[in-house]
């Protein structure tokens, strides 16, 4: 054989031979990637338990609530039972200030096409990123949501429970409250004015004051519990979850159904 000849030889065996070389050299770094990877994901899961430890005591109540709520006892509106519905979260979140135990609110901004200027708590769609709408997602939507809308620090939020999921039929949207405790409270305002008008706080006082509920009446005929606190008229799906907590949690005072507020056509 010439010496052309097995040059020609070796070259090729060299050329088959670099793939398998390059993998090889490749796998320690892939390797180290999923390994990465799983850590991430094993440190995500850790940072979105749910977990009563450490609550103030005041809040017993809800998160015993939490526990043994059924859907039905929330609202005659629940969820497809085909599974139809635009998936989504909201972060109710429980913080202690001068007056006592609040929540946090906000107002969403008047050019929004879902529930423009009503009052609501942060929270949205859940993302892909946001993982298993089964599990773990509706609580890293909730978060993501509310540091997205209020600039919210999730890191200071301690997630205590979950509410049965719930259906807003003018919307299609199938929302899971998600229950927080504010342990480390962070300065929280608008973020993006085309999403939010204004972040607030209400005094769980002045929710169960029966002086600020009343009952608003939809042009259609629904009526439903809401509240005028804060120079905000509280009401539609918030205000219902609101009064249930209430209700469950033994807070609720009684308060003059009668008293109504109308809303027009464009609520």
Request: without cysteine.
């Given at each position: 054989m010439k010496a052309d000849e097995h040059s020609t030889e070796a070259a090729a065996a060299a050329a088959q031979a670099e793939p398998a070389a390059a993998?090889?050299?490749?796998?320690?770094?892939?390797?180290?990637?999923?390994?990465?990877?799983t850590a991430d994901e094993a440190r995500d899961d850790a940072a979105i338990d749910v977990t009563t430890e450490g609550l103030?005591?005041?809040?017993?109540?809800?998160?015993?609530?939490?526990?043994?709520?059924?859907?039905?006892?929330?609202?005659?509106?629940?969820?497809?039972?085909?599974?139809?519905g635009r998936q989504s979260a909201v972060l109710v979140l429980f913080g202690e200030g001068a007056r006592g135990p609040e929540l946090l609110l906000m107002e969403r901004a008047g050019s929004l096409r879902s529930h423009p200027g009503q009052p609501s708590f942060p929270g949205g769609?859940?993302?892909?990123?946001?993982g298993d709408q089964e599990t773990t997602g509706p609580l890293r939507a909730a978060l993501r949501e509310a540091e997205e809308e209020t600039g919210l620090d999730p890191?200071?939020?301690?997630?205590?429970?979950?509410?049965?999921?719930?259906?807003?039929?003018?919307?299609?949207?199938?929302?899971?409250?998600?229950?927080?405790?504010?342990?480390?409270?962070?300065?929280?305002?608008?973020?993006?004015?085309?999403?939010?008008?204004?972040v607030f706080t209400v005094p769980v006082a002045d929710l169960t004051d029966p002086a600020n509920r009343v009952t608003t009446r939809h042009p259609s005929g629904h009526c439903g519990p809401a509240f005028l606190v804060e120079s905000a008229l509280v009401w539609g799906f918030t205000a219902g979850v609101i009064d249930r907590i209430l209700h469950?949690?033994?807070?609720?005072?009684?308060?003059?159904?009668?008293?109504?507020?109308?809303?027009?056509?464009?609520a």
């Open positions: 993998a090889a050299r490749n796998a320690p770094d892939e390797a180290h990637d999923g390994a990465r990877a103030p005591g005041w809040l017993d109540p809800v998160a015993r609530a939490a526990r043994t709520i059924e859907p039905q006892q929330l609202s005659r509106f629940l969820p497809p039972a085909n599974g139809a769609s859940l993302d892909p990123s946001d890191h200071g939020v301690q997630l205590f429970g979950v509410l049965p999921r719930l259906y807003i039929p003018v919307s299609s949207f199938v929302v899971t409250p998600v229950l927080g405790w504010w342990r480390s409270p962070s300065p929280v305002g608008v973020v993006d004015p085309a999403e939010t008008a204004r469950f949690a033994g807070w609720e005072r009684p308060w003059d159904r009668a008293k109504q507020v109308p809303l027009d056509w464009r």
